[in-house]
């Protein structure tokens, strides 16, 4: 653990001083409470609707959420083969044909989307 | 127990030093928006109007906090603190100057010298997602939650880019470390990241920029015309989602400085030398001298986040911003591809060198 259990600290120190300043706004700050500062703001148009589960959106969100999860995935696997790299290269150069291969295959996935214009908005 | 103390006083100094920055930031980005377009920008509170920023602080202290009746009170509570939380969290593994030593005891002026910073730092960052959706649908208010997803969309699309220029630079110094990424920069100027791969620096830059919200990637929030995830917030919660942007851009450009520019290190000053000349120009103890020297690196990494930060605002008074479609375009035709070529160089040229 160690230097682990340092990391709390910045922890406490930002949250408590966000709720702090919170706090102390809300008691400094004037309740008036008019009727039409608790409405939604719309530039002062009659709210039609709230959102909802029943609002659409987009499909391209879910798209991009979709491909980052696979491409985030793609990057977490970049990692360790970066760690071990400078003192394996040199060794084997198998590594780098591997790693070449991986690659290769998410260059191939990019184009794929590219192509199906998903990526074009 | 002392040990424990000690980070505590680190912890809160490196807070403090944070959150100090937000005003400056603001009195620098006002007053050099006014010195590029040929205007005085805010004079009139304190000597060149420093005191705005404090001003300005205390103006949103006492406005009404107003929390509307449609909104999901407990999670529009806390997605300000969750953003401020998560920009105080992600200085915990930066370095900010060498050893010093207190009470016979050695220590590094930073939160938490852990081995895996590097990743930490990326964990904290992509967290930083969650505080605008949270705050977004919390609202309850459909330009907010459009708002939310916009900046979501943009956060997620960029993060590859930083993910994969992340990856690269484990490649280029093999550590997760990022004291000793520092340190291996400690041999001149040309042992500098700067020197050694550009290419990684130009891609950090840019997505730390889309990252931070910053024009020109500001879709998220616009302040002039777009109406952002934060409509509904009013107040010090307001105030806290843009300080957290500030303190945002100042991680991200410590971040820069400590991966390309040597952290604390000048070339030509040997701390080790400045703390022994130190210690005979005071004539006392070890300690001090140590602490005055890494106080003194402290001030360095800040002078050259400042270099940094100079650059987020000239740009920002630069360039105009994109349109959405033209930001999605260049993150994943743009960014991305150039990522992933920026990992193949680096990987090339660390082989080449072997």
Redesign the interface.
């Given at each position: 653990m160690g230097q682990y259990i340092h990391l709390i600290f910045p922890l406490v120190i930002g949250w408590g001083f966000a709720f702090a300043v919170i706090a102390l706004s809300h008691f400094l700050g004037p309740k008036k409470n008019l009727k039409t500062d608790l409405t939604p703001y719309e530039c002062g148009v009659e709210v039609v609707d709230l959102p909802s589960s029943k609002n659409r959106f987009d499909i391209r969100f879910y798209l991009v959420a979709i491909l980052f999860l696979v491409f985030d995935l793609e990057v977490i696997f970049l990692f360790p083969f970066a760690y071990i790299f400078k003192s394996v290269a040199t060794v084997s150069p198998f590594l780098m044909i591997e790693m070449g291969v991986f690659i290769a295959i998410l260059l191939v996935g990019l184009f794929y989307v590219w192509k199906k214009d998903v990526l074009i908005w | 127990m002392n040990e424990?103390i000690v980070?505590?006083g680190i912890?809160?100094l490196?807070?403090a030093v944070q959150?100090q920055i937000v005003p400056v930031l603001i009195w620098l980005e006002r007053r050099g928006a006014g010195f590029i377009q040929d205007r005085l920008g805010p004079n009139r509170v304190g000597p060149l109007g420093l005191f705005q920023p404090l001003a300005d602080a205390l103006k949103?202290?006492?406005?009404?906090?107003?929390?509307?009746?449609?909104v999901h009170t407990l999670f529009f509570?806390i997605a300000?603190?969750v953003v401020?939380?998560?920009?105080?969290?992600s200085?915990?593994?930066i370095p900010f100057g060498d050893t010093f030593t207190l009470m016979g005891q050695t220590y590094v002026l930073q939160?938490?010298?852990?081995p895996v910073g590097l990743?930490?730092l990326l964990a904290i960052g992509s967290f930083s997602v969650y505080g605008i959706m949270l705050g977004g649908w919390a609202?309850?208010?459909?330009?907010a939650?459009?708002g939310a997803?916009r900046a979501s969309?943009q956060m997620?699309?960029y993060?590859?880019g930083l993910?994969?220029g992340m990856?690269?630079i484990?490649?280029l110094y093999?550590?997760?470390d990022i004291r000793d990424i520092v340190l291996a920069q400690q041999a001149g100027l040309l042992s500098w990241g700067i020197i050694q791969a550009p290419w990684i620096f130009v891609l950090l830059l840019v997505t730390i920029f889309a990252e931070t919200n910053r024009l020109p990637f500001d879709l998220a929030e616009g302040e002039a015309e777009i109406v952002g995830f934060h409509?509904?917030y009013s107040?010090?919660?307001f105030?806290?989602f843009f300080m957290a942007e500030y303190m945002h851009m100042f991680v991200g450009s410590v971040l820069l400085v400590a991966f390309f520019f040597g952290g604390w290190a000048l070339p030509g000053v040997s701390y080790v030398n400045l703390t022994s000349w130190l210690q005979s120009f005071i004539g006392g103890s070890f300690e001090i001298a140590s602490v005055l020297t890494v106080l003194l690196q402290l001030g360095v990494v800040i002078a050259k986040t400042f270099v940094i930060l100079w650059i987020f605002i000239w740009v920002r008074w630069s360039f105009p911003r994109f349109r959405?479609?033209q930001l999605?375009?260049f993150g994943?035709?743009g960014v991305?591809?150039y990522a992933?070529l920026s990992?193949?160089l680096t990987?090339a040229c660390?082989?080449v060198k072997?």
């Open positions: - | 424990l980070h505590f912890a809160v490196l807070f959150a949103l202290l006492f406005k009404q906090d107003v929390v509307p009746t449609q509570l300000p603190a401020v939380g998560l920009a105080a969290m200085v915990a593994t939160v938490a010298d852990v990743l930490y609202s309850s208010n459909k330009y939650l459009f997803m969309a997620i699309s993060e590859l993910g994969i990856a690269s484990v490649l093999s550590t997760f409509v509904e107040s010090m919660k105030a806290l959405y479609d999605m375009r994943w035709q991305l591809p992933i990992f193949v990987a660390v082989y072997g």
